[in-house]
């Protein structure tokens, strides 16, 4: 097998979680020569003991910190478009799209967070693949606040709601019906463990170490589902995979490095965009296995909520304007487009820190202008076919 799966892993504590990947996948059989592996770092990070982690275990990869980053957009040009690239932050998972937008062997990608182990008795690469795969039944869960709590299928037990679901959501009436599935293009694996919550919730929780004092287990999780159409989720890109073609509509939103300090939202806000384009274009987004073990260090519950706070009233929000833009799209490059607009044009000023949307839409027009650009690179250093 060729490389076909570009594996995007952000990390600045522990890369050598991996290892645990790597071993699942011998275990369980899946060939290891499908994965290229991008580590996406910092410059005061150890970058050669993790390309030496890589040689060790024999999984072909780079290492991109911050000067390296920089590097590679200034061998393609690409400059003026470093600024989607926010510094310190985990939206830097987007460098990984744009790398795998640059390289035509890919047709899949995976997120991984280096806080996350699998599950030893399940193919975690495998079971993404498989997901990405799927064709046939399987059960649509809506509700009668268009949204659906990825946790429902224990809820009335642990009370849990993930983050980035809106306060104004909850105490929602889950429906439920068999669907047909024939085009998934992600993957969502779930998590047990520390529990993926805000900051307001943790606190709620009891817990100001940023965990929380609820924990799941496999035992919480059911029957793998996707969201009914018309109805949002929460997409967290600690456990994801998903196929090339949806890399338009994918952008990790600028978080952190931002005048307005609003962060977290990145992958939150991503999946709003991901799940409107599934919509429109008659796509699914699989949930539920393989589940990974989430080890989310102690820290200051304090620190996340700092960090959260000034977009969560944009949060209640994005997702009433994502629903109303790309109706009429045919690609997902056109819904984006359509929503960037939509987030780049509009008056949010009603709201706390609303310029932060217009930001984000003109860094979405930007990211498609990116998208372009290397693609047509890519097409130009394809020879021409000679003449008979």
């Known amino acids: 097998m060729t490389e076909d799966i570009c594996v995007v892993v952000p990390t600045i504590r522990n890369h050598e979680c991996m290892r645990a990947y790597f071993e699942n996948a ?3 059989g899946f060939d290891l020569d499908r994965l290229y592996v991008v580590l996406v770092t910092e410059d005061f990070c150890d970058t050669d ?13 780079s290492v991109f910190d911050g000067e390296a980053r920089e590097a590679w957009f200034a061998e393609r040009g690409l400059e003026e478009y470093s600024h989607l690239i926010p510094a310190a ?24 967070d280096d806080d996350t182990l699998p599950h030893e008795d399940v193919d975690f690469f495998g079971t993404h693949m498989e997901n990405l795969a799927f064709e046939g039944t399987i ?16 809820e009335d037990d642990h009370g849990l709601y993930p983050r980035g679901y809106p306060y104004a959501a909850m105490d929602e009436s889950v429906e439920t019906a068999d669907t047909h599935v024939d085009d998934v293009v992600a993957s969502q694996g779930l998590w047990t463990n520390v529990p993926d919550l805000d900051a307001v919730r943790i606190l709620m929780d009891g817990d100001l170490q940023g965990q929380a004092q609820t924990r799941t287990s496999a035992e919480d999780f ?20 998903f196929r090339r073609e949806v890399v338009p509509a994918f952008y990790q939103l600028p978080m952190d490095d931002n005048e307005w300090d609003v962060g977290r939202f990145d ?11 599934c919509d429109v274009l008659d796509k699914h987004i699989y949930n539920g296995d393989p589940l990974c073990e989430h080890n989310k260090a102690p820290r ?8 959260e706070v000034h977009g969560l009233e944009l949060n209640e929000h994005v997702w009433e304007i994502v629903d109303a833009a790309g109706e009429d799209a045919d690609s997902y490059a056109e819904v984006f487009e359509a929503m960037g607009r939509a987030l ?16 984000c839409g003109e860094h979405m027009l930007d990211w498609l202008d990116c998208l372009d650009e290397i693609a047509a690179a890519e097409t130009e250093a394809v020879p021409a076919a000679a003449d008979d």
């Not at 003991?49 to 990869?61: H, W």
């Not at 009668?144 to 429902?152: A, M, R, S, T």
């Not at 780049?344 to 930001?359: M, R």
């Open 49 to 61: 003991a993790m390309r030496e982690m890589l040689d060790e275990e024999g999984v072909e990869g």
């Open 344 to 359: 780049a044009e509009g008056d949010f000023s009603d709201w706390e820190n609303g310029a932060f949307l217009n930001y």
């Open 222 to 241: 059911g029957e793998d589902f996707v969201a009914a159409a018309g109805n949002y989720l929460t997409v967290c890109s600690m456990n994801l995979a």
């Open 89 to 112: 932050s985990h939206a830097q998972t987007s460098f990984g799209l744009l790398y795998l937008w640059a390289e035509e062997r890919f047709d899949y990608g995976v997120f991984i």
């Open 26 to 28: 011998r275990r369980h």
């Open 300 to 307: 200051s519950t304090f620190s996340d909520l700092t960090n």
């Open 267 to 277: 992958d939150i806000w991503s999946g709003l965009f991901l799940k409107r384009a």
């Open 139 to 154: 059960e649509a869960v809506g509700s009668d606040e268009d949204w659906v709590n990825v946790l429902y299928q224990n």
